[in-house]
């Protein structure tokens, strides 16, 4: 039964804030749902992580030193392995998506009740990391 084993398997979260607090707080939802969760403070550390794991979904802030949210989803559209990948973005307010979001398959805002967000996220990008990685292609 390999497959069902597989299906059993934790899909793997990457988690990209420079707030320790916001990535404590994402991580913990996540793990509550079945995820392994990754984490790094910056899209450098993000790009990091990636050289070693390809996540099912990856949750990134946009305002981040080293390498933005915005810098970040730019290297994960331009691999292979990785431009499939449902991201959700964490703004710090409450007014969309920003232009360089866009290309997000979900946004979140800091100042609401960010697990109400992030559940209502999952819903809808559930069936893409039920797929796995790069299923989107």
């Known amino acids: 039964m390999v497959g069902s ?4 398997m934790a899909k793997v979260a990457l988690v990209v ?7 404590y707080a994402i991580c913990r939802f996540l793990r509550e749902r079945g ?6 403070a910056n899209g450098i550390e993000a790009l990091d992580v990636l050289g070693r794991v390809v996540p099912d979904l990856i949750v990134t802030d946009m305002q981040m030193p ?3 949210g915005s810098e970040l989803i730019t290297v994960l559209k331009s691999k292979p392995e990785t431009c499939g990948v449902p991201i ?3 703004t710090g307010h409450a007014s969309g998506l920003v232009e360089g ?9 800091k100042d609401i009740d960010v697990d109400t967000q992030l559940e209502n996220a999952l819903s809808m990008i ?5 797929r796995g990685p790069g299923a989107g292609k």
């Open 5 to 8: 084993a597989l299906d059993r």
């Open 17 to 23: 804030d420079d707030s320790m607090l916001i990535r």
């Open 35 to 40: 995820f392994g969760v990754e984490t790094a």
């Open 66 to 68: 080293l390498m933005s």
């Open 88 to 90: 959700i973005v964490i």
């Open 101 to 109: 979001d866009k290309r997000a398959n979900f946004a979140i805002s």
């Open 126 to 130: 559930r069936g893409t990391i039920a």
